[in-house]
Antibody
């Protein structure tokens, strides 16, 4: 069974930093593209960014609102993907979901974690 | 970035009704589109991929269609468990983008 478990959320002041982790199990992590999606309270889903496999270069892409502030990385030895968030703004307040695809050739989120809440407030 | 305009933003319907939700892309995206269902407090669930392919395990009353810039999700014979919020997601080019969502409520 695929499991994605996010951690690291919490309360942070504007301008601060936070690193989210997503521990993966139940699938071959090192061949899986991983994506972060967020959802502000009472709002819709927002695609945040994605990292390819190290074989595919570990390439990252980001949504415009987070580009230059957020960094996605992965540690295949720990089956974990990270979301480093710097220069946080109040509008970054959201539940952050870690997601992955259903299998080879799939391109969009299929498996989702339970989410972790990040609150940016003074 | 590709903008996805989803309509309506909310919809009231009754059990047994047929409903249609539309997503329009700001430029052509072939059939690079998925549909998701989200219930309160839960992670989204993928219903449709490649615009019209039904995800395994999803009831056949759900169907998707479209290509290029206009896409629809149709739910036939609404069931009580279908009342939720629905989102489209384009994956034609980065950054991927979601529609704003359609909240389907019981009339």
């Amino acid at each position: 069974e695929v499991q994605l478990v996010e951690s690291g959320g919490g309360l942070v002041k504007p301008g601060g930093s936070l690193r989210l982790s997503c521990a993966a199990s139940g699938f071959t992590f090192n061949i899986a593209w991983m994506t972060w999606v967020r959802q502000a309270p009472g709002k819709g889903l927002e695609w945040v960014g994605r990292i390819t496999t190290n074989t595919d270069g570990g390439t990252t892409d980001y949504a415009a609102p987070v580009k230059g502030r957020f960094t996605i990385s992965r540690d295949d030895s720990k089956n974990t993907v990270y979301l480093q968030m710097n220069s946080l703004k109040t509008e970054d307040t959201a539940v952050y979901y870690c997601t992955t695809v259903s299998g080879y050739g799939d391109l969009i989120p299929y498996h989702w974690g339970q989410g972790t809440l990040v609150t940016v407030s003074s | 970035d590709i903008q996805m305009t989803q309509s309506p933003s909310s919809l009231s319907a009754s059990v047994g009704d047929r409903v249609t939700i539309t997503c329009r892309a700001s430029q052509g995206i072939r059939n690079d589109l998925g549909w998701y269902q989200q219930k309160p407090g839960k992670a989204p669930k993928r219903l449709i991929y490649a615009a019209s392919s039904l995800q395994s395990g999803v009831p056949s009353r759900f169907s998707g269609s479209g290509s290029g810039t206009e896409f629809t999700l149709t739910i036939n014979s609404l069931q009580p468990e279908d009342f939720a919020t629905y989102y489209c997601l384009q994956h034609n080019s980065y950054p991927y983008t979601f529609g704003q969502g359609t909240k389907l409520e019981i009339k």
